[in-house]
């Protein structure tokens, strides 16, 4: 096991040196992979991710689903065309999907902001759905996670209350490039 958490460290350290960068203010194409290993991490006995994203093209649903696939995980994508649309993709994530994480991507103009961000951050605590939101400022009342790079390192900014809520744990491992920050 400690040889698998080192190789993989080993190549989330040579993405980080080779520029592919992680940070969710400017989405990347290609750091899917990142971001469900990280996610899973959190919550190792997930089974099925949400994926709720304005600006998802149809060969980051690919790349997400392919991503899925190499961490155990049936990735179900959300592409809500307005603020409205929000809570009723969500609602059907959660009821016919069965989600245990959701990963809100960033973009797309105001669909997550306000309204969206609070319906989400409260409903996924009520659910115990882990919720990893794009910014520092939404991580407060109820999401689970931001992650961030920082200094060429991943670091994962978790809420401890909403991971006590969620049934996350923060690994106890921590690698050179993947850092786990308890808020």
């Known amino acids: 096991m400690k040889t698998i958490a080192r190789t993989l460290s080993l190549l989330l350290a040579m993405l980080i040196a080779t520029g592919s960068t992680f940070e969710a203010s400017a989405q990347v194409k290609g750091a899917y992979g990142q971001r469900l290993f990280l996610l899973k991490s959190l919550k190792p006995a997930s089974k099925t991710l949400g994926v709720i994203g304005a600006e998802l093209s149809d060969e980051d649903v690919q790349s997400l689903t392919r991503a899925g696939l190499g961490q155990g995980l049936t990735v179900i994508v959300a ?33 997550f902001e306000g309204a969206s961000v609070e319906f989400l951050r409260e409903n996924a605590a009520l659910d115990r759905v882990g919720l990893c939101v794009p910014t520092m400022q939404q991580l407060t009342g109820g999401a689970l996670c931001t992650i961030q790079s920082e200094n060429g390192k991943f670091v994962v900014h978790v809420n401890q209350k909403a991971a006590n809520v969620v049934g996350a744990v923060v690994p106890a491992e921590q690698s050179g490039s993947i850092a786990y920050v308890v808020q």
């Open 79 to 111: 592409r809500p065309k307005n603020a409205r649309e929000v809570s009723l993709l969500y609602k059907k994530l959660v009821s016919e999907n069965k989600i245990d994480l959701l990963l809100a991507m960033p973009g797309g103009g105001d669909w």
